[in-house]
């Protein structure tokens, strides 16, 4: 583990003022803004709820995610694993993947799960996502 790279998840709902078309300015922003602060990571979006996982250095990495719980496009910000993440990143190509998934089934039950087995589930579904 290196002590300085850390990793974020978390889930939350598109606020319900909130137009759809708000998700492409998420991600348009979040990749110029990762890319300036070495984060990498993937943002899943299944039309109503978000998955987001994260990681960099632990300061850049923990003051997006203040950024994003105050974000107002979303409700119900809840983080689902927080902590020291591997050497190797998951997503160093990424400075934002994107998928939107068309069938909600794969993210049913990864938002009623927390810590390492909400990350374990993070896992097995990366091959299953076209990831953009």
């Known amino acids: 583990?290196?002590?300085?790279?850390?990793?974020?998840?978390?889930?939350?709902?598109l606020a319900p003022s909130a137009?759809?078309?708000c998700v492409a300015d998420i991600v348009k922003t979040a990749r110029g803004f990762n890319k300036d602060h070495d984060i990498t990571g993937i943002l899943v979006f299944d039309g109503q709820r978000f998955f987001q996982y994260l990681e960099g250095p632990k300061e850049a990495v923990m003051g997006l995610v203040v950024s994003i719980a105050q974000d107002r496009r979303h409700v119900q910000f809840r983080l689902q694993h927080q902590g020291p993440s591997a050497e190797e990143r998951m997503f160093r190509n990424w400075s934002m993947a994107y998928v939107l998934v068309d069938d909600s089934e794969?993210?049913?039950?990864?938002?009623?799960?927390?810590?390492?087995s909400a990350m374990d589930k993070l896992r097995s579904l990366i091959p299953m996502l076209d990831i953009a």
């Open 1 to 13: 583990m290196n002590s300085n790279q850390y990793c974020v998840l978390y889930h939350s709902q």
């Open 19 to 21: 137009p759809i078309s």
């Open 106 to 116: 794969p993210l049913a039950d990864l938002h009623g799960i927390e810590g390492e």
